[in-house]
Nanobody
Framework: QVQLVESGGEWVQPGGSLRLSCAAS????????MGWYRQVPGKERDAVAT???????NYADSVKGRFTISRDNAKNTMYLQMDSLKPEDTAVYYC???????????????WGQGTQVTVSS
């Protein structure tokens, strides 16, 4: 019923920039919190940045000042602008959204399939 699709991940050199997008589609009544998470093999999925429906944002300390999360509520789309990328930013990036579908009483958690970001020279 609901699908999250990420795009924008690719290989980039250290110091470069990327912009990730996450588009939500389906029977969506309202999207509450959204966020970007990342995971490397053998480790847990960690939060990178989150944004509320009102636009309040939070960032992991490791990305503050380099990454910017935003959303376009009219398009049900979220973005992550990543600047000054470092090799340690290499990971699979997943988008998350808490979505209330039509006919539902509360939000459910949805995840995208992930997009690979590789930062290396």
């Amino acid at each position: 019923q609901v699908q999250l699709v990420e795009s924008g991940g690719e290989w980039v050199q250290p110091g470069g920039s990327l912009r990730l997008s996450c588009a939500a589609s389906g029977s969506i009544f309202r999207i509450n919190d959204m966020g970007w998470y990342r995971q490397v093999p053998g480790k847990e999925r960690d939060a990178v940045a989150t944004i509320s429906s009102r636009g309040n944002t939070n960032y992991a300390d490791s990305v503050k000042g380099r990454f910017t999360i935003s959303r376009d509520n009219a398009k049900n789309t979220m973005y992550l602008q990543m600047d000054s990328l470092k090799p340690e930013d290499t990971a699979v990036y997943y988008c998350y959204a808490a979505i209330v579908t039509y006919g539902a009483y509360r939000a459910q958690d949805y995840w995208g399939q992930g997009t690979q970001v590789t930062v290396s020279s």
